[in-house]
């Protein structure tokens, strides 16, 4: 059954009606016993059953689901004030430290997050992306001509590799790698659905994870008063908030060090070791697709070849793929936030107190957003289709100010991961296609195990004729053509959407700045028609599409 679409407009004179709520549930216990079992399915019924707007309980507490782009839009235009996303993630306070991102107030919290963002932006993504196809090269280097691999668990290592390695520093990827892998593994325990209103229960998980908190601000402080010992210092993340300071001149301390380290992993690790798995798990389960996306990484860089910067960010089919992946399998099937004020969502009103959320892969399904919405088809990003161009429908990453920080490390990442694995192995799945669904027992959904998978080593010489730096773009700057006779043009900025990456100003530094704090400025609004090329680069490469282009033509 199709669901009911609500606007605003569809009821201009009804205001304050409470959402329709779902039937059934126990005393006490609400939705909780359905919920538990596969939180997927339950948000899917109620959406089915009730709409785009719908209420339920969960152990005493009042939730309400918002799918749909116009709804999902009034969650992720909501300000702080009126949305605490602080108050829905209380689970992460023992793991990322008191007082630290969603522990934080909200102005203290804004002010760490832009603390990570130098390591997240593009001008990183260069170094970045060569530490990323070594780590590859480096895991893969004993896999002989053939054999066989658990995928979740080899994308999972291979992930912490490269987190660890790009964002951490060298000391966490060579000289405490293996202690700290267990570090980690006994801090991801501790995230269970308990978590969410007991975080302090004295069981054995809640213990090991306080021991491992502990352990790492041990590790992190000895690190810190290494590397001040040491005249050159390394270009990471690590470094970034040992140098860092609060607007109020504060340094940063050990234990905040440690909790937005773990912040920024704990960002991109589950999410991209899952979205890894689908991309060749779905590459797999369509020969023909695979066919062609192997083909484009021949082409673009030879078998040997160099891995360029330059080249993944053009990589289309590829990235298409990627897209329908985290539109179909989405690692977060839940966004949470607190009603701190009435929220008006069409013709209902969410009241303070209660719970809001939304759920990516249940609006990510919806026909009248995605038409045939089971299908895997990366056609839809296309020119002429651009799905995902309506940025509160499409959603992985989340979405307005609050859209992970991380989404474009991690595209690189799992971009260059894929360059060099296609090119270097060939892989069957080992079960039938059918036994390769999605987990929704897990807080991050990831392939169900076991996901098995065969490679075998390629036997193919060099395909490609040209380096990959002369290679013919495959999609014109800017998503469409501009061609007009106008001699100046406007940039528009959503600054609702934009964080900071700064792919506007490594593509077109005469138009755009970053400011000692990270935000975005304009240098012209309507520049001269000769930068309308860069402008169009700098559209083409936000990574939260926060940029378009008005020509004096109306276009």
């Known amino acids: 059954m199709e669901p009911v679409t609500i606007k605003a407009t569809d009821h201009p004179h009804v205001s304050g ?20 079992r596969n ?23 009042n939730i309400v689901l918002l799918t749909g782009a116009e709804p999902s839009e009034a969650f992720f235009r909501a300000p702080d004030e009126q949305l605490d996303q602080s108050a829905a993630y209380k689970l ?75 964002l951490l520093g060298k000391e966490f990827r060579y000289e405490i790698s293996e202690e700290f892998a267990q570090i980690y593994h006994d801090l991801e325990q501790g995230i269970n659905p308990l978590a969410y209103h007991f975080p302090n229960l004295p069981i054995p998980a809640f213990k090991k994870r306080d021991r491992a908190r502990k352990r790492l601000q041990k590790l992190v402080g000895d690190i810190v008063q290494k590397r001040k010992q040491k005249a050159e210092k390394p ?39 899952g979205t890894s798995a689908w991309v060749l798990l779905e590459l797999l389960k369509h020969p023909k697709l695979l066919r062609e996306v192997v083909a484009e990484i021949d082409e673009l860089f030879e078998r040997d070849g160099h891995i360029s910067f330059e080249g993944l960010r053009n990589i289309p089919k590829l990235e298409n793929v990627l897209k329908e992946v985290l539109r179909l399998h989405p690692p977060l099937i839940v966004l949470m936030r607190k009603v701190e004020q009435d929220l008006i969502v069409g013709p209902y009103v969410v009241k303070k107190g209660s719970m809001v959320w939304v ?34 429908a499409y959603q992985p990453f989340g979405g307005g100010k609050h859209k992970c920080t991380g989404n474009a490390f991690a595209q690189f990442q799992i971009k260059a991961i894929f360059c060099v694995l296609l090119r270097r192995y060939e892989f069957e799945l080992v079960d039938s296609e059918d036994r390769y669904v999605d987990d929704y027992t897990q807080m991050i959904v990831q392939p169900k195990s076991p996901c098995r998978v065969r490679y075998r080593r390629r036997n193919i010489e060099s395909a490609t004729k040209q380096p990959a730096h002369c290679q013919k773009p495959t999609a014109n700057v800017a998503r469409k053509e501009y061609s007009c006779p106008a001699t100046t043009f406007r940039i528009v900025v959503d600054y609702h959407l934009c964080q900071g990456h700064g792919a506007c100003v490594v593509e077109a530094p005469e138009l755009f700045e970053l400011d000692e704090d990270g935000n975005m400025h304009l240098k012209m609004e309507n520049p001269d028609r000769q930068f309308l090329a860069k402008a169009g680069k700098a559209v083409k490469y936000c990574p939260n599409r926060a940029l378009s282009l008005q020509l004096d033509d109306g276009e």
């Open 235 to 273: 270009k990471d993340m690590f470094q970034t908030l040992i140098d860092a300071t609060y607007k109020d001149g504060t340094k940063l301390s050990d234990n905040e060090i440690t909790g937005l380290l773990l912040g920024a992993i704990f960002a991109g690790h589950h999410t991209s070791s």
């Open 359 to 392: 759920s990516p892969p249940v609006t990510q399904r919806i026909a009248s957003l995605f038409p045939e919405p089971e299908k895997f088809d990366p056609s839809r990003y296309e020119p002429g289709r651009e799905e995902d161009k309506n940025l509160s």
């Open 92 to 166: 992460m306070t023992p793991i990322f430290g008191e007082g630290i991102i969603f522990d934080a107030p909200i102005h203290r919290k804004n002010e760490q997050l832009r603390m990570l963002m130098p390591s997240l932006r593009i001008d990183a993504m260069e170094r970045h992306s060569v530490t990323v196809v070594q780590e590859v090269e480096d895991l893969i280097a004993d896999w002989g001509e053939s054999g066989e691999i658990e995928l979740v668990e080899f994308m999972k290592q291979l992930t912490i590799n490269t987190a660890s390695h790009c």
């Open 17 to 36: 009606l409470e959402p329709p709520r779902l039937k059934g549930g126990l005393p006490l216990l609400g939705h909780m016993i359905d919920f538990a």
């Open 39 to 61: 939180p997927y399915h339950f948000m899917q019924r109620a959406h089915d059953e009730c709409g785009e707007v719908v209420a339920f309980t969960l152990l005493g507490q």
